[in-house]
Each structure stands twice: as structure tokens, then as C-alpha cells.
């Protein structure tokens, strides 16, 4: 899998560097630095570019004076460089997963398996002298106040129009996913629960995929004897709305039927890649997401396994658009504002930076439509009453606006769904709590 490893020590055991080699289970261009009276070894696979003293996702290399001007340009970097100290930094929402650690004999810095997540606001500096790492702020002095900066306050230049605000974000998304569609193949895969989140993006992908493919890849575990899971049932019915919008578009629906072995397995395996995220709901959410991305399927009769290097993913609707249950508990106290700006500025650290992990040990790259900045920039300006409804049951008034555009556009299956998590939809985590009542924030044992 993709990844890099950089490690000072003082003992040149390199103990901590040889773990993640062995783990990366790929190729490496490995090189020595002398920064005396310190030696910097560094590993890395073909998707991290190196010049001179650099190593980076991009082709060009900055200067961290900068930075604010770079993330105003690039939505997914990493750079790392050496030098008099050891500069680093990942982009908006930690889509190059960047950990770091520190120890009395110096510092380790990679993609997996460390202790430290690097914050989107924030880019970091190690001294080799006295082996500490100084934060700096790329911009403001909160997350809150760095994301202001990219997309703009929120509700600064509200729409209260309710058609105007179905049309924006409609239109957003819709050229968020064609633009995005220009870095795919010949096939597009779509990971498909059947909720509202990725039942509009294969709607969109459909909409521009042209002559081309489309798999949507639909996950569901082996419990008590049948795959019949809520998401496979709720996306058997999308799909009869998909047919009847796109009936002459090329496109499969591929089943993947996990037993109860191969997901504990699966789990077992990424227990390393997913850390320092380590809880219940981590590994669930995770197996079952690397089960989607690796696992042969399903279509009718004839087995499928995906090919592409690309996926198109829904993650980030209900952080921003009021998807969850507590959104309307924040809603009766005047709170929902606060609440999404919580959600959003904690994306990275709860998703999108392991979520790379998993997508790097699943050799292939998530593309989020959700998070793309014009569509986060309409999201931010629709008001709060048209996000949450608390009149409506939670099926309708959640991610109301969301709703709108699904029926605006033929989608009128999805819009009436209430939202599962991933983890109970596939009923993964029926299966690896073993039918037990557990909390998805204990820590893993």
C-alpha cells in the first residue's frame, strides 16, 4: 500500500521505521540524510514525490511561509521538509493522512502508526536539539476561524429563497462530481448504502458518466442466515428509480456478501492501519468500508471485483447538511449552527484522515463530492430552518434541503429514508459485537 516513513534515532535502531516498512508491504525508495550531526532516514512508495530535501504529494514545493496561500490553491496536499528542522504539514481536511511521535531518542513521522494526527489548521515543526515539535497556526487561531478564511463565515451571504437553495446546491453538487468524473477510467465505482448520500452521488455520476461504466457496490454481512441488511433492501430501491431516470446508461449493481470469518479477519487487519483511531465504532465503520473497496461481488450471476483506482464516496453530507439525530436535539435549543461547525471542524479527525488510511491499504483514492469546496461554500450559506425540520419525522426533516434536490431530480426513494449508519445498515456491527449492545466509543481491546 501507499505510504511514507520518516525517523530520527538516536540509538539507529530505527525500530519504529522498520514497523511501518514491513507494513507498507510495497517497494521504497529509502534514502539517508546527514543533517549533523543527525541522520534522517526516510522511506517511501511511488505515490510521494522527493526533491531534494522534500517529500511531498505535489509537484511543485513550498515554503511553509506560504502555506496560507497554498491552501487557498491546492484541496489535498502533504509536504514534509528537512532541513535545519523538520517542517510538516497536510491539507484542509487531512486527506494525506499525516501522524507523527516523538520519544527521547527523536521523532517519527509517516502515514500509519503513530500516536499523533496532524491537525488541517495547523503545520509543525521538529528540533533535532531539543526533540520537541512547535505547532504553528496556518491561519486564525481556531480551526473554526481557519475554515472561515477558505469557505467564509457561516450564513455570511445566506439564501433564504427555498427554490433558489435547491438549485445551488443541486448545481453544486452536480458539477462537483462532473469535474471530478475527469480523473476517472473507462468503469466508475460508487460506493451505494442506498441512503440519500450516496444514492445523489451515483445519481450525478450516472447524469455525467457518458458512455462510460458505472458499479455501484452495495456491502451487506452474513446475520442469522440471510445478507437481507437494511442497506441492501434500502438501495434494491433506489435503484428502480435509477433505471427508470438513466435507462440507457451502462450501469451494475454488485453485491458484497461477507461472512462473519472473512469480516473478523478483515478487522483484524486494519486494526494497525486505522490507528490512532481506535474505537468500536472505528473498526466497524472501517471493515466494512475495506470490505466494499477489496471484496469481489456480485451481479447477477458473474463476479466483480472493483478495478478502478478511483471511488466515489458520500462522506460529509450529514456533518454539514443536519444528518444526525443530535442536530435536531441542537436545533430546539437554537444550537444547530454551533453543532454543524462542531461536526465539520472535527471531519478530519473522526473521518477523512483515517479514512485515507484505509483507502491507501485498499490501493485506491475516495473522491468526496460533499467536500468540494464550492459545494461546502453553498452549504454554509443555507439557512438552518431548511437543513432541519423539527415538524417533520427525522425520515424527512433531517438533511431537508438534501431531500428537495433528491425529489427535484426523480430521486423520490431515497428522499423519504432515514439515515443508518454504516455499521448497522451492512449490520457489521451486529456481527463483530456478536449480537452483544455495545457502545461505539469503548476503545478496542
Not at 472501517?286 to 471484496?295: G, H, K, N, P, R
Request: negative net charge; contains cysteine.
Amino acid at each position: 500500500m501507499e505510504g511514507f516513513v520518516i525517523q530520527i534515532d538516536s540509538t539507529q535502531q530505527y525500530t519504529h521505521y522498520n514497523t511501518i516498512k514491513s507494513m507498507l508491504k510495497a517497494p521504497l525508495t529509502e534514502l539517508l540524510l546527514q543533517i549533523a550531526p543527525h541522520q534522517v532516514k526516510i522511506g517511501f512508495t511511488t505515490g510521494f514525490l522527493f526533491s531534494k530535501d522534500t517529500l511531498g504529494t505535489l509537484n511543485t514545493v513550498f515554503e511553509f511561509s506560504e502555506i496560507k496561500e497554498v491552501d487557498a490553491k491546492e484541496r489535498e496536499y502533504l509536504q514534509v521538509t528537512v532541513g535545519d528542522s523538520i517542517k510538516f504539514a497536510t491539507d484542509r481536511f487531512g486527506s494525506n493522512s499525516l501522524l507523527y511521535e516523538t520519544n527521547e531518542n527523536g521523532v517519527c513521522i509517516s502515514t500509519f502508526m503513530c500516536k499523533e494526527s496532524s491537525a488541517p489548521n495547523e503545520w509543525y515543526e521538529y528540533f533535532y536539539t531539543d526533540k520537541t515539535v512547535l505547532k504553528h497556526k496556518k491561519a486564525g487561531n481556531t480551526i473554526e476561524e481557519y475554515y472561515s478564511s477558505i469557505f467564509g463565515e457561516r450564513l455570511d451571504l445566506p439564501t433564504e429563497e427555498v427554490s433558489e437553495c435547491v438549485k445551488l446546491l443541486d448545481e453544486s453538487l452536480s458539477k462537483a462530481v462532473e469535474m471530478m468524473l475527469r480523473t476517472s477510467g473507462e468503469t466508475i465505482p460508487v460506493l451505494f448504502s442506498g441512503g440519500i448520500d450516496s444514492s445523489m452521488i451515483a445519481y450525478y455520476v450516472l447524469l455525467h458518466c457518458g458512455e462510460k461504466k458505472v458499479e455501484l457496490y452495495n456491502m451487506a454481512c452474513l446475520y442469522e442466515g440471510t445478507f437481507e441488511s437494511p442497506d441492501r433492501l434500502c438501495a434494491r430501491a433506489v435503484l428502480s428509480d435509477l433505471k427508470k431516470i438513466f435507462p440507457t446508461k451502462n450501469f451494475e449493481f454488485i453485491e458484497i456478501n461477507a461472512s462473519e470469518d472473512v469480516i473478523l479477519q478483515t478487522s483484524e487487519n486494519i486494526k494497525n492501519v486505522i490507528y490512532p483511531n481506535d474505537t468500536v465504532m472505528d473498526l466497524s465503520i472501517t471493515t466494512a468500508t475495506t470490505l466494499a473497496l477489496i471484496s469481489e461481488g456480485l451481479c447477477g450471476t458473474h463476479t466483480v471485483r472493483r478495478t478502478s483506482p478511483y471511488v466515489f464516496c458520500g462522506q460529509g453530507a450529514d456533518e454539514q447538511l443536519g444528518g444526525y439525530g443530535r442536530h435536531r436535539n441542537a436545533l430546539k435549543y437554537n444550537r444547530l449552527s454551533q453543532e454543524l461547525e462542531l461536526d465539520f471542524c472535527r471531519l478530519w479527525s473522526r473521518n477523512t484522515e483515517r479514512d485515507d488510511r484505509v483507502s491507501k491499504y485498499c490501493k485506491v483514492k475516495c473522491l468526496y463530492p460533499f467536500l468540494e469546496n464550492q459545494v461546502v461554500r453553498v452549504i454554509r450559506n443555507i439557512p438552518e430552518k431548511l437543513l432541519v425540520k423539527l415538524e417533520l419525522p427525522e425520515n424527512e426533516g433531517n438533511k431537508w434541503i438534501l431531500r428537495e434536490v433528491a425529489r427535484k431530480n426523480g430521486m423520490v426513494q431515497c428522499a423519504n429514508f432515514k439515515k443508518t449508519a454504516i455499521q448497522f445498515g451492512t449490520r457489521i456491527a451486529k456481527v463483530l459485537n456478536k449480537g452483544k449492545k455495545v457502545s461505539g466509543a469503548d476503545k478496542l481491546e
